[in-house]
Nanobody
Framework: QVQVVESGGGLVQAGGSLRLSCAAS????????MGWYRQAPGEQRELVIG???????NYADSVKGRFTISRNNAKNTAYLQMNSLKPEDTAVYYC??????????????WGQGTQVTVSS
């Protein structure tokens, strides 16, 4: 029943900025947005920014200093602020959320993705 919806993608010129949003349904006590991933044409899906259980984050080297993540826990919503965009950032961006099912069982959910295209 958990739904994950990404939004905010679009077309932007190199050097521009975009802010992506990820909204996940479900209880804030059992559902958490865990991070952002992206997949470029012909490439494997890669982690952009992951959120650890203690709130710390792991950034891909390629986006350090340019992308930042924030989270509104009350809304189960995460944001990805992307600045100084480069053509190589072009990809479909996905949000990942996990649901705690109890009994040390977890389920991952993905949204439909949002396209980010950076022109040179």
């Amino acid at each position: 029943q958990v739904q994950v919806v990404e939004s905010g993608g679009g077309l932007v010129q190199a050097g521009g900025s975009l802010r992506l949003s990820c909204a996940a349904s479900g209880s804030i006590f059992s559902v958490n947005v865990m991070g952002w991933y992206r997949q470029a044409p012909g490439e494997q899906r890669e982690l952009v920014i992951g959120i650890n259980s203690d709130g710390s984050t792991n950034y891909a080297d390629s986006v350090k200093g340019r992308f930042t993540i924030s989270r509104n826990n009350a809304k189960n919503t995460a944001y990805l602020q992307m600045n100084s965009l480069k053509p190589e950032d072009t990809a479909v961006y996905y949000c990942n959320a996990i649901e705690n099912l109890g009994g040390n069982r977890y389920k991952h959910y993905w949204g439909q993705g949002t396209q980010v295209t950076v022109s040179s």
